[in-house]
């Protein structure tokens, strides 16, 4: 979020809010009791939207989070696909001694 689109939202809240006094005066409140209103639904959307926020960060479906997982995966299948073509072409000698060479590594990281 740029600052620019910050000042925006936060001058939509305060006239959100205005327009929420207005509404209740119209609706037959009075002076502090339509701006008590007013005010009591602003805090309940700022914090069911920050309760939304806090939902997203805890279950990790945040824009940047499932950023980074659909590219991590693009570049895993990218990289799988390149490897899998460079082992392809190494002759059939070459595939099976790095093979044992891979299989070794594993069986002494297993020990």
């Known amino acids: 979020m740029t600052r620019g689109t910050a000042i925006l939202l936060g001058l939509g809240v305060l006239g959100l809010g205005g327009l929420g006094y207005l509404a209740f005066q119209a609706a037959g409140f009075e ?22 926020y806090l939902f997203r960060v805890v279950t990790g479906n945040m824009t940047y989070m ?9 570049y895993d299948a990218e990289t799988d696909d390149v490897l899998q073509r460079k082992f392809d072409a190494l002759p059939l000698a070459e595939q099976e001694k790095l093979l044992k060479e891979v299989g070794q590594l594993q069986a002494d990281t297993e020990l």
């Open 31 to 52: 002076g502090f009791s339509a701006g008590i209103a007013a005010e009591a639904v602003l805090i309940v959307l700022v914090l069911g939207w920050t309760g939304s």
């Open 66 to 74: 499932q950023q980074r997982r659909s590219y991590r995966a693009a």
